[in-house]
Nanobody, 122 residues
């Protein structure tokens, strides 16, 4: 069974830092790994991505403060969040496109994690 598990969320004061991790299990490997976030009543929004070549992208609101990285060997993606602001408060979700083998076939699908709460107080 494929699972993306986020960790590293929690409460932090404005100006502080957190590092989110997302580990994919039950897969051969993952590529095109992303972070999204969502606040109550709002649509889920893109935060950052990293592709299989290591090319990264960021939402304008987090550029210069957040850094995405990956460990291919561990099927893990990280999001280092610095200079956090109250408006960064949200549930952060990991999204990844992964491949797995089943009955001799290679299957590719997109998966989401269950989310990690980040709360930044002023």
């Amino acid at each position: 069974q494929v699972q993306l598990a986020e960790s590293g969320g929690g409460p932090v004061q404005a100006g502080g830092s957190l590092r989110l991790s997302c580990v994919a299990s039950g897969v051969t490997y993952c590529f095109d790994m992303n972070w999204y976030r969502q606040t109550p009543g709002q649509a889920r929004e893109f935060v950052s991505s990293i592709d299989q070549n290591g090319i990264t992208d960021y939402a304008d609101s987090v550029k210069g403060r957040f850094t995405i990285s990956q460990d291919d060997a561990k099927n893990t993606v990280y999001l280092q969040m610095n200079s956090l602001k109250p408006e960064d408060t949200a549930i952060y979700y990991c999204k990844a496109r992964c491949r797995r083998r089943r009955n001799g076939d290679t299957l590719t699908a997109t998966y989401w994690g269950q989310g990690a709460q980040v709360t930044v107080s002023a």
